[in-house]
């Protein structure tokens, strides 16, 4: 059994005259993503390695995660690979994760986390917020044969101000 566990980064400022890939998080977008993970510590503490897009949002809202829960950095991998808006790329490297792994996360962008979402589930999926997550879990033993998985959402409360 595999269980997936893709999560969009935070809340991105736009107020940087910067590359998109250099985009920093906001402050509300810091919050959120560690609202989020200690609302639900189960679902991220048992991932044996979590693999985030080369994007300064997302490894920053990795870094949140990680430090958030004591995690071990050790399991953060960081792939450039994942600095992808497409669906096919990401699905691409979702199939070909070593399955010496049972419990992944990704950490990464949109539309593409959104798509994946529904091509991996039986249910579509119209849009993943940012620091939102889905779940999703596999009756298949390989990453390149996972299909059909049983999705679960977690959406960021809107409470900070």
């Known amino acids: 059994?595999?269980?997936?566990?893709?999560?969009?980064?935070?809340?991105?400022?736009?107020?940087?005259?910067?590359?998109?890939?250099?985009?920093?998080?906001?402050?509300?977008?810091?919050?959120?993503?560690?609202?989020?993970?200690?609302?639900?510590?189960?679902?991220?503490?048992?991932?044996?390695?979590?693999?985030?897009?080369?994007?300064?949002?997302?490894?920053?809202?990795?870094?949140?995660?990680?430090?958030?829960?004591?995690?071990?950095?050790?399991?953060?991998?960081l792939v450039d690979k994942l600095y992808t808006f497409k669906t096919s790329d990401l699905i691409h490297f979702i199939k070909n994760i070593s399955d010496k792994y049972e419990r992944v996360i990704c950490v990464g962008h949109n539309p593409a986390f959104t798509l994946a979402t529904s091509y991996f589930s039986t249910e579509d999926l119209n849009h993943l917020p940012t620091a939102a997550w889905a779940r999703l879990e596999f009756r298949q033993s390989k990453w390149e044969d996972i299909s059909a998985g049983s999705l679960s959402l977690g959406m960021p409360k809107r409470i900070l101000k």
């Open 1 to 77: 059994m595999k269980e997936l566990l893709l999560v969009r980064h935070a809340k991105s400022s736009w107020e940087l005259d910067v590359e998109d890939r250099d985009r920093p998080l906001t402050t509300k977008g810091m919050k959120r993503i560690k609202q989020m993970v200690l609302f639900n510590p189960e679902i991220f503490s048992s991932a044996e390695i979590i693999f985030s897009s080369t994007a300064n949002r997302a490894v920053h809202t990795t870094l949140i995660m990680v430090k958030s829960l004591g995690l071990p950095f050790k399991i953060v991998s």
